[in-house]
């Protein structure tokens, strides 16, 4: 079981710029979830994504957007980016079925870099 | 809104000495408490959770964390640390509208010499 993959694993963009950050969920995992974390932070919830759809999301702006594939599979899109977008970008997957929160499993992250 | 504070932001240690992280946390309802752990080049697992019941929760590798409701807090503890816990600890909490979303900390990056 590979767990979950992100890709690619850094990233260098401009400002001004548009990024795509991809996720392969955990094997059984139908649920995707993404996080931010800035360097020196905790993770900040971005969204979430179920059956195709956002689910929930946190505190940020429109310029975050996102879509899940009927694989469960998932895509974070940041247009017009800020040099404050530099962080890692964190995603996560769970089944919807069984157990609560707890059951998610974190991948590696995208490390993005906007200059 | 939730949040979740955690005061120590760098904890250094020698090896077998004992190990407490601070964690509290605002929020009126119910909430769930966690405790992830991020190791050197690794993903954040989870160390351990609380959800209700007995406020003395134990994990894995050692760690134990007690929630003290009167105090919203949420601290980690180990009697004896190893040189391989250096990594950054996490504090996170769930809230009870159901959202599966967790609120981070600001992490605490412990570094224990040998």
């Known amino acids: 079981d590979a767990g979950v993959t992100q890709s690619p694993t850094h990233l260098i963009k401009t400002r001004g710029q548009q990024v795509t950050l991809r996720c392969s969920p955990k094997?059984?995992?139908?649920?995707v979830s993404w996080y931010q974390q800035a360097l020196g932070q905790g993770p900040q919830f971005i969204f979430q994504?179920?059956?195709?759809?956002?689910?929930q999301r946190g505190n940020f702006p429109d310029r975050f957007s996102g879509h899940q594939f009927p694989n469960y599979s998932s895509e974070l899109n940041v247009n017009a980016l800020l040099l404050g977008d530099s962080a890692l970008y964190l995603c996560?997957?769970?089944?919807?079925?069984?157990?609560?929160?707890?059951?998610?499993?974190f991948g590696p992250g995208t490390r993005l870099l906007v200059l | 809104a939730q949040s979740v504070s955690q005061h120590n932001h760098h904890v250094i240690l020698s090896e077998a000495a004992s190990l407490e992280l601070g964690c509290n946390y605002s929020?009126?309802?119910?909430?769930?408490l966690f405790w992830y752990v991020q190791y050197p080049g690794q993903h954040l697992q989870l160390l351990l959770k609380?959800?209700?019941?007995?406020?003395l929760v134990k994990g894995i590798k050692g760690f134990e964390a007690e929630f003290i409701k009167s105090k919203f807090s949420f601290n980690l503890r180990k009697p004896s640390v190893q040189w391989s816990d250096t990594a950054e600890y996490f504090c996170?909490?769930?809230?009870?509208?159901?959202?599966?979303?967790?609120?981070f900390g600001s992490g605490t990056r412990l570094q224990v010499q040998p």
């Open positions: 996560a997957s769970s089944p919807s079925k069984t157990g609560g929160i707890e059951t998610q499993y």
């Open positions: 094997s059984g995992h139908d649920t």
């Open positions: 994504y179920y059956e195709e759809e956002e689910r």
């Open positions: 929020y009126g309802g119910t909430v769930n």
């Open positions: 609380y959800f209700s019941g007995d406020p």
């Open positions: 996170a909490l769930e809230t009870n509208t159901g959202r599966r979303a967790l609120t």
